[in-house]
C-alpha cells in the first residue's frame, strides 16, 4: 500500500541555522505535494506546493526540492528562528484532480 | 476575515450519544473536507463533498455520516459515538481538488468519546 514517512522524532536545530525535513514516499507516484505547518491546537496552514515536473521551489526563507528518483522531498527553513517551531506536514495527490494524502508530520523545535 | 470555522472546539461524549460538527467556510468553495487527526498518523479524509448537495466517501468513512445542503455549510454527524472516534477533527475547505490547490482548514474541534 502507499506510504508517505516522515521522521516521527522531533528535529531540534539552534536558531540561525538551517532545518531540513524529509518526506518519504513508496508505492506512490504522486505529480503533486504540499508541505503545511501545524501548530499546536490549530488547524494545517499551507506553505508551498510543488509539481513533478518541478525540482525545487522557494518561497523566502523556504525551499521545498521534489526528487522522484529518490521518492523524496526536503522541506528546508533556512536562518530558523524560534517563531519556526511547530509541526510540518507534508501531503501528496497523483494528480491534481485527486484528494490529498497526508504523512504524520515531524515537529520541528528551534532554540534560541 | 472568518476562512473556516469549525463548532465546536471541544466536546464529551459518551459511548452511543450522537453528535453533529459543523463547519462553515466563506471563501466560495467548491469543495469541503472532514479529517480526522491522530497521533503519528497523519491527517485522513472522513467524508469530502465536490459542491453543494453532494458528498463522497473518503478513506475512513465508517461511523460518520455528512450533509452539505447549503454551499458554506459542511457537517458531519456521529450517530453512535464510539471511543475509537476519539480525535481531533479538522474540516478544510478548497477552490478545486486538494491535489493541485491549496487547501484553508478550521481551527480543529477535539472529540472524546468515553
Not at chain 2, 29 to 47: A, F, N, S, T, V
Request: net charge positive; with cysteine; charged share 20%.
Amino acid at each position: 500500500s502507499q506510504k508517505i514517512e516522515q521522521n516521527s522524532e522531533a528535529l531540534n536545530i539552534q536558531e540561525g541555522k538551517t532545518a531540513t525535513l524529509t518526506c518519504n514516499y513508496t508505492n506512490y507516484s504522486p505529480a503533486y505535494l504540499q508541505w503545511y505547518r501545524q501548530d499546536p491546537g490549530r488547524g494545517p496552514v499551507f506553505l508551498l506546493l510543488i509539481r513533478e515536473n518541478e525540482k525545487e521551489k522557494r518561497k523566502e526563507r523556504l525551499k521545498v526540492t521534489f526528487d522522484t528518483t529518490l521518492k523524496q522531498s526536503l522541506f528546508h527553513i533556512t536562518a530558523s528562528q524560534p517563531a519556526d517551531s511547530a509541526t510540518y506536514l507534508c501531503a501528496m495527490a497523483h494528480n491534481a484532480g485527486n484528494m490529498l494524502t497526508f504523512g504524520g508530520g515531524t515537529r520541528l523545535m528551534v532554540k534560541p | 476575515n472568518a476562512g473556516v470555522t469549525q463548532t465546536p472546539k471541544f466536546r464529551v461524549l459518551k459511548t452511543g450519544q450522537s453528535m453533529t460538527l459543523l463547519c462553515a467556510q466563506d471563501m466560495n468553495h467548491e469543495y469541503m473536507y472532514w479529517y480526522r487527526q491522530d497521533p503519528g498518523m497523519g491527517l485522513r479524509l472522513i467524508h469530502y463533498s465536490v459542491g453543494e448537495g453532494t458528498t463522497a466517501k473518503g478513506e475512513v468513512p465508517d461511523g460518520y455520516n455528512v450533509s452539505r445542503l447549503k454551499k458554506q455549510n459542511f457537517l458531519l454527524g456521529l450517530e453512535s459515538a464510539a471511543p475509537s472516534q476519539t480525535s481531533v477533527y479538522f474540516c478544510a475547505s478548497s477552490h478545486d481538488r486538494t491535489g493541485g490547490t491549496e487547501a484553508f482548514f478550521g481551527q480543529g474541534t477535539r472529540l472524546t468519546v468515553v
